[in-house]
């Protein structure tokens, strides 16, 4: 069994900052792209910021400048910097990654979400 576990959210003020991580654990080859999906309340899952096996990223505009992504291939383990934290970050943040099980066998695979909120 495999799956992604997150940690690091919680309630903090604006223009503040949260570190968010995710660690896939289970009878993985290979850990291939991650990436930070949030969903706020009525509103579908966007995109935050993903990155390759290889460090390549891409980011939503909104979080552009603001956030960092980064991994650790050697402990499969995804990190997500957020700073200067705006209210409209608000949202549940979800991990994702694609895993490959053994060669020519691959899952796409969700965290259980981990809540943010900046409020004063």
């Known amino acids: 069994q495999v799956q992604l576990v997150e940690s690091g959210g919680g309630l903090v003020q604006p223009g503040g900052s949260l570190r968010l991580s995710c660690a896939a654990s289970g009878s993985i080859f290979s850990v291939n792209t991650m990436g930070w999906y949030r969903q706020a309340p009525g509103k579908e899952r966007d995109l935050v910021a993903e990155?390759?096996?290889?460090?390549?990223?891409n980011y939503g505009d909104s979080v552009k400048g603001r956030f960092t992504i980064s991994r650790d291939n050697t402990k499969n383990t995804m990190y997500l910097q957020m700073n200067s934290l705006e209210p409209g970050d608000t949202a549940v943040y979800y991990c994702h990654a694609i895993l490959t099980l053994r060669v020519g066998i691959f899952v796409n695979s969700w965290g259980q979400g981990t809540q943010v909120t900046v409020s004063s």
């Open positions: 990155i390759t096996s290889g460090g390549t990223t």
